[in-house]
C-alpha cells in the first residue's frame, strides 16, 4: 500500500502487525454511522430521482387515494353523513399508508440489493450490522408513509368534513402509542425481510399482500365487530389493531372503538363497550414485545438458512 | 420432427445474405418460440416457488375481503359485496400489468438481458406476448381463486344474462390491459428509474378512478374520463353490469355492448402505439447505445 492515501483507521499499525483490536469494531458509534449512512443512502435512492413537487404528488396519491375510495364507499351507501364514520375510516386509512411504507421499506431494501443492484453479499460481508443498516434503509420508506398520513389525515379534516379539535388530543397517549406502534411496524417488517430473504424476485408485491391481509383484521376502516368471533380474536393478537385504536382515542377522544362496541368479542369478554386508554397501551406493549421477539427469531433463522443455501448472492427471474 | 421445428434446421446457403433472409415461415416460427420461451419461466416459477400460493392468492384474498366487510359495516345492498369481489379479481389482471409488464423492460435492462432482446433474430413484441401469456396464466390462477372463494364465502350471487358478452368484455378488458402494459414497458424504459416510482402512482389512484370498489359512474366527469383512457375502469364496469344484471345499477356509464367497443378501440390503439414506441425505442438504444447502461 506504500504510496496510496490510506485513511487513517485503514492504515496498518505503525509496529507493521496485525491488530486484533480492529476486529472487534467500534461499537454503538460503529452502528450509529452504520445506521446514519443507510438513512441517507435509502432517501437519496428514495427522493433523488425527481423533482419535489412530483416526489410529493407520488408520495401523497397513494394514501390519499386510498382514502378516497373509502369515503366514496361510504358515500355511495349513504353512510358518508355520518362523519364519525368517516373520521374512522379516514384514520385508519391514513395510519395504513404508514404500515404499508414501513412494511415495505425492509422487505424491498433486501429485494432492491439482491435482485436489482446485486450488492446484497457485499453489504453483508461489510463490518456493518447487516440488521442495523435494513433498519437504516427502512427509514427513508417509513418516513415518506409518514408524511403521506399526515398529508391524508389533513386532507380529511380540511375537504371531507372530519371533525377534529386539536385542543382535545391526548398528547401522552398519542406519543407512546406512536413510539410503540412504530416498533411494532418494525418488528413485522424484520420479519417480511426475513422471509423475502429467502424467496425470489417477485415478491416485490409481499408487502403489500401481508399488510392488505392485516387490513382485514385490525379495525383500521370498519369495526372488528363485524368480523366472525375467530377473526376478531385474531386481531386483538395484533399489535397492529391496539395502535389504530390507540392513535384514534388519541385524536379522536370519545369517537367510535374498531375493537369494542356492541356485540364485539371484546365486549363479551371484557364485559365493557371499548378499552382504556390504559389497556390500549398495555395490549400494545404486550402484543409489540411477542411480535418483536418473534421478528427477531424469524430473523435470524433466514440469516442462517440464506448463507447455508447461498441465497444472499443468488438472482432470480421469471 | 414438428413442422416448427423444421423451420430451424439447417440450410446451406450461398451467400449470409441468402441466409439471413427468412420466409415468413421462419419469421412466425421464431416469434412463437419467443413467446413460448418468454411465457415459461412465469410459468414453471408459479410451480418452482411454492410461496406465491400464499402471498399472491390468500393475502390478497384476505384484503378484498376486508372492503367486503367495510360495505358489511355499513349494511351496503348485497350486489356491492359482489362489486368487490369482481373488483379484487381483476387487481389480479392490473397488478401483473405494472409490476410484471410495465416494468419488465426496464427490469431486464437493468439485469443485462435486453441487449440480448434486441440482438435476438424476434419481434421484440414477441417477448412482450410472451410476458403477457405467463402473467396471464398467474393471474387467471389468482382471480380465480378470489371470486370462487369469495363467492362461496360471501354469498355473492352473479346474475348474468349475457354470457357470450360478458366472456367476450372479459377478453376484450384483458388485450386492451395488456396492451397498456406493453406501452408503459417501453415508455418505462425510456424514463428508467422514476418508472420504479411511477409504478406506485399506477396502483391506488388508479384503483380510485377505475372504481375498485364502486360504480365508477359515481365519480362524475372523473369517472367519464376513467372509462374513456383506463381498461381496467371500462372492463370492470361493463362487467358489473353483466355480472348483476338484476341489480339496481347506477345510471351515467355506457351500456356494455358500447364499453366492449370502447375496449376494442383501446385494444388496436394500444398494440399500434406499443409497436410504434418500441421501434422507435429500439432506433434511440442502438443510435444512443443505452441497451446496457444499467440501474438508470
Not at chain 1, 476486529?23 to 441517507?40: K, N
Not at chain 1, 398528547?171 to 423475502?196: N, R
Not at chain 2, 402473467?135 to 357470450?164: C, D, K, P
Not at chain 2, 369517472?223 to 372492463?235: F, K, R, T, Y
Amino acid at each position: 500500500m506504500s504510496g496510496m492515501d490510506v485513511a487513517d483507521g485503514l492504515r496498518a499499525p505503525a509496529w507493521g502487525g496485525f491488530d486484533r483490536s480492529r476486529t472487534t469494531g467500534g461499537g454503538a458509534r460503529d452502528l450509529i454511522r452504520s445506521f446514519w449512512v443507510a438513512t441517507r443512502l435509502g432517501w437519496q435512492m428514495e427522493a433523488n430521482w425527481t423533482d419535489p413537487v412530483l416526489f410529493f404528488i407520488y408520495s401523497v396519491a397513494k394514501p390519499v387515494s386510498s382514502a378516497l375510495i373509502l369515503v366514496l364507499m361510504l358515500e355511495v351507501i349513504g353512510a358518508g353523513g355520518r362523519p364519525d364514520y368517516r373520521a374512522f375510516v379516514i384514520v385508519g386509512s391514513a395510519l395504513w399508508s404508514f404500515v404499508i411504507s414501513g412494511i415495505a421499506g425492509l422487505a424491498w431494501s433486501i429485494l432492491d440489493d439482491r435482485e436489482r443492484y446485486r450488492m446484497l453479499r457485499y453489504v453483508y460481508v461489510s463490518p456493518s450490522d447487516f440488521l442495523v443498516v435494513l433498519l437504516g434503509r427502512g427509514v427513508a420508506r417509513t418516513a415518506v408513509g409518514a408524511m403521506g398520513a399526515l398529508i391524508t389525515l389533513a386532507v380529511g379534516v380540511v375537504a371531507l368534513g372530519v371533525p377534529f379539535d386539536p385542543g382535545r388530543i391526548d398528547w401522552p397517549l398519542l406519543v407512546v402509542v406512536m413510539a410503540l406502534g412504530l416498533a411494532a411496524i418494525v418488528a413485522i417488517a424484520i420479519m417480511l425481510a426475513a422471509i423475502c430473504l429467502q424467496t425470489r424476485q417477485e415478491s416485490w408485491s409481499y408487502p403489500e399482500a401481508v399488510s392488505g391481509a392485516l387490513f382485514l383484521v385490525s379495525g383500521a376502516v370498519f369495526p372488528l365487530a363485524v368480523l366472525p368471533t375467530p377473526l376478531q380474536a385474531v386481531g386483538l393478537l395484533t399489535p397492529l389493531s391496539w395502535w389504530v385504536e390507540g392513535v384514534r382515542h388519541a385524536l379522536f377522544p370519545g369517537a367510535l372503538t374498531a375493537l369494542g362496541g356492541p356485540g364485539s368479542f371484546f365486549e363479551s369478554v371484557s364485559g365493557r363497550a371499548g378499552p382504556s386508554g390504559i389497556e390500549i397501551v398495555v395490549a400494545l406493549l404486550a402484543t409489540g414485545t411477542v411480535a418483536t421477539l418473534a421478528s427477531v427469531a424469524v430473523f435470524r433463522v433466514s440469516d442462517r438458512r440464506a448463507k447455508d443455501r447461498g441465497l444472499l448472492d443468488q438472482t432470480t427471474g421469471s | 420432427m414438428t413442422s416448427e421445428s423444421a423451420a430451424f434446421n439447417f440450410r446451406p446457403t450461398a451467400t449470409p445474405q441468402e441466409a439471413a433472409a427468412w420466409s415468413r415461415r421462419q419469421v412466425l416460427a421464431t416469434d412463437i418460440r419467443a413467446v413460448r420461451g418468454r411465457a415459461y419461466p412465469r410459468v414453471t416459477g408459479m410451480f418452482r416457488e411454492k410461496s406465491w400460493v400464499f402471498f399472491e392468492i390468500l393475502l390478497p384474498f384476505l384484503a378484498t375481503s376486508a372492503f367486503v366487510f367495510v360495505y358489511r359495516a355499513i349494511q351496503a345492498p348485497p350486489e356491492y359485496i359482489g362489486f368487490v369481489v369482481l373488483g379484487g379479481a381483476m387487481t389480479a389482471f392490473w397488478l401483473n400489468v405494472i409490476w410484471m409488464m410495465a416494468q419488465q423492460l426496464w427490469w431486464e435492462k437493468s439485469q443485462g438481458n435486453l441487449e440480448l432482446y434486441f440482438a435476438a433474430p424476434m419481434n421484440i413484441m414477441s417477448v412482450l406476448l410472451g410476458m403477457a401469456v405467463g402473467g396471464f396464466v398467474m393471474s387467471s390462477t389468482r382471480a380465480a381463486a378470489v371470486l370462487v372463494i369469495a363467492t362461496t364465502l360471501f354469498g355473492v350471487t352473479f346474475e348474468v344474462e349475457q354470457w357470450a358478452l360478458l366472456l367476450v368484455v372479459f377478453f376484450l378488458t384483458l388485450a386492451a390491459l395488456y396492451g397498456l402494459g406493453m406501452v408503459l414497458a417501453s415508455l418505462f424504459l425510456m424514463w428508467g428509474r422514476e418508472a420504479w416510482h411511477l409504478t406506485q402512482l399506477l396502483m391506488e389512484p388508479v384503483y380510485f378512478v377505475s372504481g375498485l370498489n364502486f360504480p365508477v359512474g359515481r365519480l362524475g366527469i372523473v369517472g367519464s374520463l376513467a372509462i374513456s383512457l383506463l381498461p381496467l375502469a371500462v372492463g370492470l364496469d361493463a362487467m358489473r353490469q353483466l355480472a348483476f344484471a338484476d341489480a339496481a345499477y347506477p345510471l351515467g356509464t355506457p351500456s356494455p355492448d358500447v364499453e366492449a367497443v370502447i375496449l376494442l378501440g383501446m385494444t388496436v390503439v394500444f398494440l399500434l402505439i406499443a409497436r410504434l414506441t418500441l421501434r422507435i425505442l429500439e432506433r434511440l438504444a442502438r443510435k444512443e447505445g443505452r441497451l446496457s447502461i444499467r440501474w438508470q
